[in-house]
């Protein structure tokens, strides 16, 4: 689900591949990293600890633009 203008859309995306999934306990989640203002890092949620290496965690919300979302409410319609 993504929160657009105070109620949530329920929608699917299609991805071309998951190399696996993790659960992180939220002591082992950081703040994203400032990357400087050339780089945009609106979409990132956090960053993930594991014992192996550091992943990023997205933001669902802030992925798709408002454009994309429209587009799949009005295909829905």
């Known amino acids: 689900q ?26 082992r989640i950081e703040s994203a990293p400032s990357f400087g203002t050339a780089v945009d890092t609106d979409f990132i949620l956090g960053m993930g600890k594991t014992d192996q290496k550091v992943v990023m965690l997205l933001d669902i919300d802030r992925i798709l633009t408002s454009e994309q979302v429209q587009m799949v409410e009005q295909a829905r319609e």
């Open 2 to 27: 993504v929160e657009r203008e105070d109620r949530p859309i329920t929608m699917g995306i299609l991805v071309d591949e998951v190399a696996e999934v993790t659960d992180l306990k939220s002591e």
